[in-house]
């Protein structure tokens, strides 16, 4: 009997030690596991901290394009809405449906990293240019379980490409200008002379001619002459406006680039029944900015060029120019009709069809903002429910 109890001791004595045993391996196997889980954290605090350096969005899509991750960088794209958990689709493009030719989509099909370049056209990024790439993350049987799209906004390298064209068109048509100028001058010089001649001799003639006849042609050839001379204004505008300027920046009187732009349109102008009004406020000494005569030039054609194209029925178009402080304001008003923007930007975006303009003239309006811009200026562009447009630009005074 006693050795009976003596065996079930040592039975429960077997029982404790393999149970302190398996308890020292749970313990040992959860410290493992705690390493582990110091180690997960340490490379997921690494990898967003990677993620958040990046200088592009990055956002991870899981197979339904719902977001699962997005760095910082992506959240500062969009801060008006949470991204975790949200449609690709609904959050960066405003869109109700799966985006036509989804990228990702695509990406989730053929495995591959795709690119290109996309336009937001609606929401707080509306007329920006974005770059974006689509990768596969793949999983262990190489199916595609998420997808890594990166954005980049590539906006002002899409204005500078857009700066590119119009420089090149600008440069194409001055060399047209330069020769037609050229070609023009000639005849319209012969015309001058003549008429200007015509009417020295005039006096010599009048006894063979009575009163009404003889007052009839002294009047045509007044108007010959003076709308000759008028013509050669108009082409020495244009060979002005041909030439190339230096890429030093230059005082210029801002008033004298106005009444030279306007000079230009003035023919144009009677003939649209447009009635040009020019009210120039800026004190001596104060009309001045540091600029490029040629690129200041180029902004008041196409902001008139836009306004004449808007003013189908004609009527007043005014201009203004302020001394406010220590800068100079220009403000040009005009009644153009079509849609009404209130303060709005986009009109400055090349994708933006404004007023009846569109294409190459919402192209013309965002190389006018950026010549803006390059001469620390702004410009700004607002209009009310009669369709009253108006352009107010304002540019730092330099002192001569």
């Not at 029982?15 to 493992?32: A, C, H, L, P, R």
């Not at 689509?134 to 490409?161: A, C, H, Q, W």
Request: net charge positive; hydrophobic share 35%; charged share 25%.
């Amino acid at each position: 009997m006693a050795d009976r109890e003596k065996d079930i001791i040592h039975d429960f004595k077997g029982i404790g030690f393999s149970k302190i045993g398996y308890f020292k391996e749970v313990q040992s196997k959860i410290k493992e596991l705690e390493k582990l889980n110091v180690e997960l954290a340490k490379r997921h605090t690494r990898l967003e901290a990677i993620f958040n350096s990046m200088s592009d969005g990055l956002t991870i899509l899981d197979k339904g394009l719902n977001i699962v991750f997005a760095n910082q960088v992506q959240k500062n794209m969009f801060p008006d809405t949470s991204l975790i958990g949200k449609k690709c689709f609904k959050t960066y493009f405003r869109r109700e449906k799966v985006c036509r030719d989804c990228p990702s989509l695509r990406t989730l099909e053929s495995r591959e990293t795709l690119q290109g370049e996309t336009l937001v056209k609606s929401g707080e990024y509306a007329g920006r240019y974005f770059e974006w790439t689509t990768s596969p993350i793949k999983g262990p049987s190489n199916t595609v379980e998420e997808i890594i799209y990166l954005m980049r906004d590539i906006t002002p390298r899409k204005e500078f490409e857009h700066k590119l064209v119009q420089t090149d068109r600008m440069a194409a048509i001055g060399f047209l200008a330069a020769g037609i100028a050229h070609e023009i001058n000639n005849p319209l010089t012969s015309i001058a002379g003549f008429s200007e001649g015509l009417l020295k001799r005039l006096k010599n003639i009048k006894a063979y001619m009575d009163d009404i006849h003889f007052k009839s042609f002294r009047e045509y050839l007044d108007i010959i002459q003076s709308e000759a001379y008028r013509c050669k204004d108009i082409i020495q505008n244009l060979q002005e406006f041909s030439r190339s300027s230096g890429d030093d920046y230059e005082t210029i009187p801002i008033d004298r680039i106005i009444r030279d732009t306007i000079s230009l349109f003035r023919q144009h102008a009677k003939d649209s029944g447009i009635k040009m009004n020019y009210k120039n406020h800026l004190s001596l000494g104060l009309n001045t900015i540091s600029g490029k005569e040629s690129q200041l030039k180029h902004l008041f054609l196409n902001l008139f060029d836009r306004a004449f194209k808007a003013m189908e029925k004609g009527g007043p178009l005014s201009l203004v120019s302020t001394n406010r402080g220590s800068k100079i304001e220009i403000v040009i008003g005009y009644n153009g009709g079509g849609p009404v923007h209130h303060f709005s930007s986009n009109i400055f975006n090349p994708s933006s069809i404004n007023g009846g303009a569109g294409g190459s003239h919402a192209i013309d309006l965002s190389i006018c903002y950026s010549i803006v811009r390059q001469h620390m200026g702004e410009i700004q562009f607002d209009a009310d429910e009669d369709h009253n447009n108006r352009f107010t630009i304002r540019f730092p005074v330099c002192l001569q």
